[in-house]
């Protein structure tokens, strides 16, 4: 039975799994989950995901939710994909799965919460929120700063050293990318001081194009869009109207 994966690809944990399938070959079926109709909340889906959050995958009769499992059961599983994603070597794997437990409580809690509080409520029917915004922002910032003296320490391209990109990789730099949605210049703001960040998302993008670049098609799209709204002053358009318009 072919994979399915499913997605909204406004997610970035979405877009990293769909990512990874591409880039490796691995045959599957996108069921696209918009979030913005809620789809996430329906009966079905809570038969895939009990917690109503994407992505989730279904390989056969066995379901699997939370990306960071998600990625490192198909990196496990297919056998056409590289080892430097998930490498054999247990040492390798184990300082991955440190960099993906302290995304979670770091990168994604500041990044997700600044876009949102700053950008995308508004798309989403909520108001913009600019003292959680500002609060968030000093979480992101210092988990750039952290990304920089910690994991990208050393002389390879990649975290950890490597010179090849991990899941790990993938899955923090499409938290990044979410940042596209701000506006340009608190974006420049935030990631202008961390250049080897900013050199680092390019070589991870340029690692896994052409699909990285598709796959993140609709945020670009998106980012047009909020950016329309915000020079015509409107504040209260549903992500659904973002993008029936797009």
């Not at 997605?7 to 591409?22: E, L, N, T």
């Not at 990304?147 to 050293?161: P, Q």
């Not at 993140?216 to 709204?229: A, E, P, Q, R």
């Amino acid at each position: 039975m072919t994979l399915k994966v499913y997605a909204d690809r406004m997610s970035q944990p979405s877009r990293a799994v769909i990512i990874f399938c591409k880039i490796n070959g691995i045959d599957f079926e996108e069921v696209r989950i918009d979030l913005s109709k809620r789809q996430h909340l329906t009966p079905e889906f809570r038969e895939i995901n009990p917690l109503k959050k994407v992505p989730a995958i279904v390989d056969g009769r066995f379901k699997l939710f939370e990306s960071h499992a998600i990625l490192i059961y198909l990196a496990c599983v297919f056998p056409r994909v590289a080892d430097h994603w998930y490498p054999a070597d247990l040492s390798k794997r184990a300082k991955i799965h440190s960099v993906l437990d302290w995304h979670h409580s770091n990168l994604r809690h500041g990044a997700a919460a600044y876009v949102l509080h700053s950008a995308l409520g508004p798309a989403l029917g909520l108001p913009l929120n600019p003292q959680a915004a500002a609060e968030s922002e000093k979480l992101l910032s210092a988990s750039l700063t952290k990304i920089e003296s910690v994991w990208l320490k050393g002389s390879g391209r990649f975290l950890l050293g490597g010179s090849q990109p991990s899941i790990a990789d993938l899955s923090l730099v499409c938290e990044i990318m979410q940042l596209e949605l701000v506006d340009e210049k608190d974006r420049e703001r935030i990631l202008g001081p961390h250049q080897r960040v900013l050199k680092w998302i390019d070589d991870t993008k340029n690692a896994t194009l052409p699909h990285f670049e598709e796959v993140h098609s609709i945020l670009f799209k998106v980012k047009g869009k909020l950016k329309k709204l915000r020079s015509e002053g409107v504040a209260g358009e549903t992500a659904s109207a973002v993008r029936s318009k797009m």
